[in-house]
């Protein structure tokens, strides 16, 4: 692992000449590629700064395209508010980190130095975590699939395992005999009642078979030997906090009773989905989806390839369906969500208040909103091609894989950052003519966009220009990346603004 000293001292914006011809540089960064209706990124200070540094081409040239940047500084940031909020509550917490959003193991370093836990979601990922120096005792397995290989690491370090289904807990078991230890479980719990509806879930026992077979579940062959049951887990799909109110007030009661037959049950672990919110502008994200609609029912000009639905269709001058999208834009988020949580209703007290009242230590496994504001996916220009109907397709060294998740679109402007400067009178980059169009990948299909949104570029586009996907450190660099036509997985690089150094990730070199 080599270093790479970036010149110009605090990334500085090494463009010379007035405060005013920065500033406008700085501006353009953030105009130079907008959505037709715009969907403007919160952006850390170190993205701007490296967005408004020269250095910014040779790093692509070197690493290649696209490129993954990271900076930790934005993650001891999350990790301590949220710490934060349950000091002030005077509630016993701990937070494990979900490695699937990101697999950079320079995180890990983080986890180890400020002492919070991991959460592994494969048998690769418990692998490096203890690699990594990582205790045992700081980590939990939540794989939704665990192998008898897995559920042996695990036992054998003093991993947690969360019991998914009674195949799981009888395998674990009977490992654990066979190696004369214990496997150390907590149980998944789902389809708990909200509002009258059941919140279904592929994962975890149904709360309803719990109440009924517990007892029969953990007094089967070697369970009662071999396992303790020292936790209790949930995971809810999306980001109410009224839904988790609604878990807590089932769960807690069922934690009493499992105490009562001999249980030492420690810990309730809420699993992660704390929100956090990628835009500016909640105006913003309104008026897209207000468009959007209007655009599917014919009404306005398109804003998405082919006038992509994104979830949603029209049918006789109606809009059915539900938005396939993260919720770019919410409020609130991260520690602010934490604590309304935390204050909830819960019987005669607080949800805060009901955990305390047990001496549970709360847990929870947040992955994306930890990694907010943590990275940017960089990708090189390669070519520009007007269609027939006036669109231009930008051609960019990367595929769809490596900035996308489940959802149909990552809707958040990117920003273009030109390779060769151009000052102008008022230090504009660049004066071609404006150009709008989309971003293309590199597989050879008619779906490869990289963007769905139509994007305007106010001074045009060139070849070797970058264009920077912000914040995309939570499942976006990672969760779905492929190497399909043999192409090569994005390299990661972490930035020390103190060192002024970019280097690379130790994933680099498994």
């Not at 005792?137 to 794989?143: F, N």
Request: contains cysteine; charged residues 20%; aromatic residues 8%.
């Amino acid at each position: 692992m080599s270093d790479n000293p970036v010149q110009g001292g605090q990334f500085e914006e090494t463009t010379a000449g007035s405060s005013d011809e920065a500033k406008d540089q700085q501006r353009d960064v953030l105009t130079n590629c907008q959505g037709v209706l715009p969907l403007a990124a919160r952006l850390e200070p170190w993205m701007l700064r490296l967005c408004n540094n020269q250095k910014l081409a040779p790093l692509v040239n070197e690493y290649g395209s696209p490129l993954n940047v990271l900076n930790d500084r934005s993650f001891r940031r999350n990790i301590a508010r949220l710490y934060q909020v349950a000091e002030s509550q005077q509630l016993p917490f701990d937070l494990y980190f979900a490695r699937k959003a990101n697999k950079c193991l320079g995180f890990l370093d983080v986890v180890q130095e400020l002492g919070c836990g991991v959460d592994t979601a494969s048998e690769p990922e418990l692998e490096q975590t203890l690699k990594k120096g990582v205790p045992g005792d700081k980590i939990v397995c939540t794989a939704a699939v665990k192998s008898a290989h897995l559920l042996d690491l695990c036992i054998e370090n003093g991993v947690t395992i969360v019991i998914d289904n009674a195949d799981e807990l009888r395998i674990a078991a009977y490992i654990a005999c066979q190696k004369n230890k214990e496997a150390l479980i907590a149980v998944r719990v789902s389809e708990f009642e909200h509002q009258g509806t059941t919140l279904e879930s592929r994962f975890g026992f149904a709360i309803s078979v719990l109440r009924n077979h517990f007892h029969q579940l953990m007094n089967q062959e070697h369970v009662s030997e071999c396992v303790r049951l020292t936790g209790v887990q949930f995971h809810l799909n999306g980001y109410c906090v009224e839904e988790r109110v609604s878990a807590l007030r089932e769960l807690l009661p069922l934690i009493d009773h499992w105490r009562t037959e001999g249980h030492d049950i420690q810990f309730l672990d809420i699993g992660g989905g704390f929100p956090m919110s990628y835009l500016k502008s909640r105006q913003e994200w309104s008026i897209f989806w207000l468009e959007h609609s209007r655009a599917l029912m014919g009404r306005r000009s398109v804003i998405t390839y082919r006038n992509h639905g994104l979830g949603l269709m029209a049918v006789n001058d109606q809009i059915y369906g539900e938005r396939n999208s993260y919720p770019y834009w919410q409020s609130p988020v991260q520690g602010e969500w934490f604590e309304q949580l935390l204050d909830s209703s819960c019987g005669l007290t607080t949800v805060a208040g009901a955990i305390k009242k047990r001496e549970l230590e709360l847990r929870c496994e947040p992955g994306r909103s930890l990694l907010d504001g943590c990275g940017m996916t960089i990708a090189r220009v390669e070519y520009r091609k007007q269609r027939s109907n006036g669109d231009w397709m930008i051609g960019l060294a990367m595929n769809h894989t490596q900035c996308r998740t489940s959802n149909d679109d990552f809707l958040v402007d990117p920003l273009l950052v030109p390779s060769h400067p151009v000052q102008t009178g008022r230090g504009s980059f660049s004066n071609n003519p404006p150009m709008e169009g989309y971003l293309v990948g590199a597989y050879c299909t008619e779906s490869e966009l990289l963007a769905l949104r139509k994007l305007k570029f106010s001074n045009g586009i060139s070849v070797g220009d970058n264009i920077v996907f912000p914040n995309t450190a939570g499942y976006l660099m990672h969760f779905r990346e492929s190497r399909s036509h043999q192409f090569p997985l994005a390299k990661n690089v972490f930035l020390n603004e103190t060192q002024d150094t970019i280097q690379l990730d130790e994933i680099e070199q498994i």
